[in-house]
């Protein structure tokens, strides 16, 4: 069954940290570029980051919305089929559900029109003091 979960939300005061997991199976993630997104209450849904695929030698590819630029890092672990969101220096603007999904490409312009087969259910963040 092809799954993407996330985990690793929840509540935390204004300039903490969180990690977020996208754990995938049924599928090979290294294949896949891959994007995180969120949609808060009332707002459209957000691109947040994208990483490129692991496929052959190629060189990782990783790009930010600015609003979360030099605050939030996308990492992968192929071995362990995860992607990852290291969040730091959290804002109370940073409050939705986040979500990971396979993207056809990652490019500087994180679109959520650009996500392809799969998608997970999303994890909620909630920064308040």
């Known amino acids: 069954q092809v799954q993407l979960v996330e985990s690793g939300g929840g509540l935390v005061q204004p300039g903490g940290s969180l990690r977020l997991s996208c754990a995938a199976s049924g599928f090979t993630l290294k294949n896949y570029a891959m994007g995180w997104f969120r949609q808060a209450p009332g707002k459209e849904r957000e691109g947040v980051s994208c990483?490129?695929?692991?496929?052959?030698?190629?060189?990782?590819?990783?790009y930010y919305a600015d609003t979360v630029k030099g605050r939030f890092t996308i990492s992968r672990d192929t071995a362990k089929t995860t992607v990852y969101l290291q969040m730091n220096s959290l804002k109370p603007e940073d409050t939705a559900v986040y979500y990971c999904?396979?993207?056809?490409?990652?490019?500087?312009?994180?679109?959520?029109?650009?996500?392809?087969?799969?998608r997970g259910q999303g994890t909620q963040v909630t920064v308040s003091s």
């Open positions: 990483i490129s695929s692991s496929i052959g030698e190629r060189i990782t590819i990783t």
């Open positions: 999904a396979t993207v056809s490409v990652c490019l500087p312009n994180v679109s959520p029109a650009r996500i392809s087969e799969y």
